[in-house]
């Protein structure tokens, strides 16, 4: 093509390929072949990760005609690679132990395949000549690299075009498609020109919602749960949160939110709920092992579709300290979630809990019940206000005491990390603040927690991260033996501070001890992989409790360091290891061990 201008096509200058189909199948013996590949280092890794003769031979296909099928689709698909990357006058040559494969005849193919080369020269780099797209929405930003003089590639004008068309989405023109397109490569001069043209159409507004698929959800609990909210102005954000409130009640098995293919004459465009159902029950048992406190044992009863409005119903029952230090405990508990009962991304939720609480330093049994409402500003961001009611009995340091407590609990979540069970980048906080008022001769105050963990790493992979964490905590109002134990703070375990034992730091009291108004626990750890599989973590951690509403200098502390081993399993994350011994403090055990599936925090 020296000397003009070219129109791109799926052309390849290896050869013309011949597909034809028979109706009969060929039988041949099999055999082990090789494969080679020649190309040039910067491109050689993709063409090999594209190939399909290049994966019939690491899944041992032995085949004649599979290794034969397999070259021949290879000529499109690294041509394709070759144009994504910006080399537009490239010669590809596949050859079956030294026949070019695009000349076999399929009629007549090869009964044997010892050897397949594919030699690749990809000529040139093309760069921009012309790199335009218009016209765009106000405030369109297109990829940098699509720019003349920047190296040119199929892949870049796509990622471009799809750019320019999600910001005419996001502006309210759904309907926005793809006009007139020249791509041209011109070949002495290395260069190419992309010139396309955008057709908005007309700015459209949300209109009806339909369901299908539903089975016992009703109708119009599935349109109350979406929020379609018709007469707005499109927005593509819109329809995924519309699809999410669906998912987030997990009565559904599967959710599509669709657009219709033709906008409304007046402007409107509807869209329908595709569903699909979960299985309304589900019953789940737990058990876990811990050295101190013996077995623990949980089972949770769901239902997710009660009355036939998607809600939640959740039994759930644990027995703890089976065989433990302490004595056994446990907890009955019933939570109901109301979907969109106040209106769009609130659920109302009722609950209920009876508990017997063994602890080292307290005993407690309690009785509670509630009514909240949950709040859910995305997949990441949530937050949850209760009113409840609650009695107990406890007995601690401060001897034998009972509470009756009204409390208004307000719990605020932000998780922004990359994982749940194995982060490398991005933050995480959970806030809770309970203002509560004491009956019957019990004292009034405030409780406030807050956990928050960052997380930063030094490669792209994320096989070298730093992770951190804080968790602090205070009560106020009320005299440190007026507070409720489970209200109080300690330190020491898996939890908190290792290398040191579960609950191992609070305010003596006499000869026991008592928990802390306030709590500071700081965390760091270093985690590296040294394989695909197997990882090691240093860390270290701070704890400090104190009879003050914050911690101050005279607090009483402790900290711990120690070596982890992690393993990665998956999407259950790391199994995780940890030798942890006591830096400072007042508990000397030697050392701690720890197990679990996932990090640390």
């Not at 759904?174 to 057709?199: C, M």
């Not at 609990?221 to 379609?228: E, F, L, P």
């Not at 009113?387 to 107990?392: D, E, Q």
């Amino acid at each position: 093509m020296t000397g003009r201008v070219a129109e791109l096509s799926g052309q390849v200058r290896a050869g013309r390929i011949a597909w034809a189909i028979s109706g009969w199948l060929f039988a041949f013996p099999l055999h082990a072949f090789e494969v080679n590949v020649t190309a040039p280092e910067a491109i050689a890794d993709d063409l090999r990760g594209a190939s399909a003769t290049v994966a019939a031979k690491t899944a041992k296909v032995e085949g004649a005609q599979e290794v034969y099928a397999a070259a021949l689709s290879d000529y499109r698909t690294l041509v394709q690679v070759l144009y994504d990357a910006g080399y537009f006058s490239p010669s590809v040559s596949i050859r079956l132990d030294g026949r070019e494969a695009a000349e076999i005849s399929t009629l007549n193919p090869p009964t044997r395949v010892a050897k397949v080369v594919i030699a690749v020269d990809p000529g040139p780099r093309f760069r921009f000549r012309t790199a335009r797209i218009a016209p765009l929405a106000p405030g369109t930003e297109l990829p940098p690299e699509f720019a003349p003089g920047q190296p040119a590639g199929t892949g870049i004008i796509r990622e471009a075009g799809f750019a320019a068309k999600d910001g005419w989405r996001r502006a309210g023109y759904a309907k926005v498609g793809f006009g007139r397109q020249r791509i041209a490569a011109l070949h002495p001069s290395a260069e190419l020109d992309a010139d396309i043209e955008l057709l908005p159409g007309r700015q459209l507004r949300f209109g009806r919602l339909s369901v299908s698929g539903q089975e016992n959800v009703r109708e119009a609990a599935i349109r109350k749960i979406v929020g379609i909210p018709t007469g707005e102005i499109y927005d593509p954000a819109t329809v995924q949160r519309m699809g999410a409130r669906l998912r987030r009640t997990g009565t559904f098995k599967s959710v599509s939110i669709v657009e219709a293919p033709v906008a409304n004459a007046d402007g409107s465009l509807d869209f329908t709920a595709e569903v699909v159902e979960q299985l309304p029950r589900r019953i789940t048992f737990g058990a876990e092992v811990q050295s101190r406190s013996g077995v623990n044992l949980s089972a949770v009863w769901l239902h997710r579709n009660l009355f036939g409005n998607a809600e939640r119903l959740r039994l759930e029952a644990d027995i703890r300290n089976i065989g433990g230090d302490q004595d056994i405990d446990g907890k009955l508990a019933v939570r109901l979630d109301n979907p969109a009962r106040l209106g769009k991304d609130n659920n109302v939720f009722f609950l209920a809990e009876l508990e017997r609480i063994e602890r080292l330093h307290y005993n407690m049994d309690r009785f509670l019940v509630g009514i909240g409402l949950r709040r859910t500003k995305s997949d990441q961001l949530f937050g949850e206000a209760a009113l409840t009611f609650s009695t107990a009995r406890a007995t601690d340091a401060y001897g034998r005491r009972d509470f009756t407590l009204v409390s208004l609990p307000v719990h605020v979540q932000w998780d922004r990390r990359d994982s749940t069970t194995n982060p490398t980048r991005g933050f995480y906080i959970d806030g809770k603040v309970t203002p509560f008022a004491g009956l019957n001769q019990s004292a009034s105050g405030i409780a406030a927690s807050l956990d928050a963990r960052g997380y930063l790493s030094f490669t792209q992979s994320g096989s070298v991260t730093l992770a951190g964490r804080l968790q602090l905590g205070s009560v106020g109002g009320a005299k440190l033996e007026e507070i409720s134990p489970d209200l109080l703070f300690f330190s020491g375990g898996a939890g908190t501070v290792r290398g040191h034992p579960y609950q191992s730091l609070g305010i003596p009291v006499g000869t026991d001890i008592a928990g802390g108004r306030s709590l500071l626990v700081a965390s760091a750890e270093l985690r590296a992989k040294v394989s695909q599989k197997i990882g090691l973590v240093a860390f270290y951690d701070y704890g400090a409790v104190d009879r003050q509403g914050f911690v101050t200098s005279g607090a009483e502390s402790h900290a711990g360091a120690g070596i982890g081993l992690r393993y990665d399993i998956g999407a259950f994350g790391p199994i995780r290891f940890d030798i942890a011994m006591p830096v400072s403090g007042r508990t000397d055990d030697g050392l701690q061990f720890y197990l679990g599936i996932g990090q640390s925090f």
